[in-house]
């Protein structure tokens, strides 16, 4: 355990002598969970920008990249919680930049599948490996054991999450 104070402790000091009942620990563990959450995502949005690639853009190649690089335009709108006509226009943008091409289904000759491209997987593959530089910099300041513990903690807490409020907590 690290004994170097960061903005979080200095936080928790300011505010312990007007909430005096502060978890320090609870509000250590949240707030540090927030801030790494929002330096995270200024990364992406940073990396995006400079692919001049739209989030939205993004979202797209990435859940067509978690399908292998082939889906039907209903399962990306499902996958991103969009409207149908939604995904039309973003893989016809995604067209346009030579990032995606239309090819019939195998399944239904009536329906149109959507492919990645060549260009759309590196488009991709870019902003994913400068996130994940990133991801792997910030948790290299702990062992493997320690991010696996980590893991397996924050597992526990988003079990109790995605649960149903007022369910008993696991022991």
């Known amino acids: 355990m690290t004994t170097t104070p960061d903005a979080v402790d200095r936080h928790i000091e300011r505010w312990l002598p007007v909430v005096p009942a502060l978890d320090a620990d609870v509000e250590g563990a949240v707030t540090r969970m927030i801030r790494l959450i929002r330096h995270l995502r200024t990364v992406k949005e940073r990396v995006l920008a400079d692919l001049d690639l739209p989030a939205h853009e993004y979202d797209t190649l990435h859940a067509l990249s978690g399908r292998h690089g082939r889906a039907a335009p209903s399962d990306l709108a499902a996958d991103l919680a969009v409207a149908p006509a939604s995904i039309t226009a973003r893989v016809d943008t995604l067209l346009r930049r030579g990032f995606v091409r239309r ?45 696996r513990q980590l893991s397996d903690l924050l597992r526990r807490v988003l079990l109790v999450a995605e649960g149903p409020a007022g369910a008993p907590k696991a022991d």
């Open 103 to 147: 090819i019939p289904s195998t399944v239904d000759r009536r329906r149109v599948d959507v492919e990645l491209t060549d260009a759309g997987q590196a488009a991709w593959r870019g902003a994913m490996e400068i996130q994940g530089a990133e991801e792997h910099r910030l948790l290299g300041a702990l062992t493997p054991t320690e991010r």
